[in-house]
């Protein structure tokens, strides 16, 4: 038996675990139309080094489920400014199951009253920022609670 053993390929030179980046999607769900913050939230986490995917607005849960199973995302953040959150959330959560994808990451932002906040932890929604959140919270609780896949 050979002392020597062939280099893993998830490690890299330096005997780090080399990785993939997390791969996100912000998504607009409904007929709200503003989307600067889905914008800046989308640049901030692009400028962090993940792969993120913007949906554009007005897009149905259907879409946004469809999308990122094409995309092979790793975490959605949905961004809801019109009120209708607890629905558009549910819509998407439900359709994740219906699609049998129990391994991405949901989050979301906008104008969400603390109330609400409890019922989308209860459907499965990690994680809630709302106006005032900076980026380098989203930031980092993205690289906190999403993990990339290790390269094989």
């Not at 330096?14 to 607009?28: D, F, Y």
Request: glycine letters at 10%.
């Amino acid at each position: 038996m050979s002392s020597h053993q062939a280099p893993d390929p998830s490690v890299g030179q330096a005997g780090k675990q080399r990785t993939v980046p997390i791969r996100v999607m912000i998504a607009k769900p409904g007929l709200d139309g503003h989307d600067r913050g889905a914008k800046v939230v989308a640049r901030a986490l692009r400028d962090a080094g993940m792969e993120v995917v913007y949906t554009g607005l007005h897009q149905s849960p259907e879409q946004i489920v469809a999308a990122a199973v094409a995309e092979d995302v790793d975490c959605i953040g949905l961004s809801v400014l019109s009120g209708a959150h607890l629905t558009l959330f549910a819509a998407v959560m439900d359709q994740l199951a219906d699609e049998g994808v129990d391994d991405v990451v949901v989050f979301g932002g906008g104008i969400i009253p603390e109330a609400d906040r409890a019922p989308l932890a209860e459907m499965g929604v990690r994680q809630v920022f709302t106006p005032g959140a900076t980026m380098a919270e989203i930031v980092d609780w993205v690289r906190a609670n999403v993990r990339p896949t290790p390269v094989l």
